[in-house]
């Protein structure tokens, strides 16, 4: 696939918030100059939203037949979800919408938290603030395990999900932690930082789907210890990206 014709993704419309992004203007960007019309204001929308996380999460996004979301939500009307979606990637986009705006609202707390005790210039602080806010979704709601499987797929998967329908509100919190990690790590090269910080968002949401699907969130709480200190080490290693080939055959001796 061409650059010209890449899929367009979530982690794309972080990474280019983020940029615009300075320090000097806050912590989290502008509000957005008009919020995006959702469909969720409709408690019909809202069902068949529910039962879709759960079904994707069982089955996977693409597996699920849309007539058989649907019918468990109790509507006659077949075209039900087509009249308050339009398409299957506009319903999984509404879905990850309207769940990250709460794990966003836990992760701009804690995140509140480590500046408040003089620690937005430590690393792991933030990285596990940003961990802690999922890990404690998957935790502390009813819904949060089917929400990961499915971020999971859509980001393995871009063209799963629409991210038009992602507003900047859901996810301040995602870029208020890389601009404090730029802030804390000035040194290491942009380009860098960016690969990094793409896998260290991809690597905690495939980590925490990995564990509950493993475990059923039956051997204790999610290991938010043990991740934070992971991708602290990743995101902290060295950068050998300029470094010069070592890969030259050795001379024979004469």
């Not at 329908?165 to 380009?191: F, K, N, T, Y």
């Amino acid at each position: 696939m061409s650059r010209s014709t890449r899929t367009r993704t979530i982690s794309n419309l972080v990474a280019e918030t983020s940029k615009r992004t300075k320090l000097s203007d806050g912590d989290t960007p502008a509000a957005d100059a008009a919020p995006v019309a959702s469909p969720l204001e409709h408690e019909t929308a809202r069902r068949m939203l529910e039962i879709a996380e759960r079904l994707f999460a069982e089955q996977g996004i693409e597996q699920v037949p849309l007539r058989q979301i649907v019918v468990e939500a109790g509507q006659r009307n077949r075209s039900a979800l087509h009249y308050h979606f339009g398409s299957r990637e506009a319903l999984v986009g509404h879905l990850i919408n309207y769940r990250m705006a709460h794990v966003n609202a836990l992760r701009e707390r804690y995140l509140d938290e480590v500046e408040a005790a003089g620690m937005g210039g430590d690393v792991r602080s933030i990285v596990r603030a940003s961990v802690r806010a999922l890990a404690d979704t998957i935790q502390g709601t009813d819904w949060g395990s089917f929400y990961v499987q499915v971020l999971a797929q859509a980001m393995f998967s871009p063209s799963l999900a629409n991210p038009d329908v992602i507003e900047q509100r859901v996810i301040r919190g995602v870029v208020r932690v890389r601009v404090l990690l730029r802030a804390a790590m000035p040194d290491l090269p942009q380009s860098v930082m960016e690969y990094r910080l793409l896998w260290i968002n991809q690597g905690v949401v495939f980590s925490l789907a990995t564990w509950y699907q493993q475990t059923r969130g039956e051997a204790g709480p999610p290991p938010v210890e043990e991740l934070a200190d992971f991708y602290t080490a990743a995101l902290c290693g060295p950068d050998t990206s300029g470094a010069a080939p070592s890969r030259a055959t050795p001379k024979r001796q004469a």
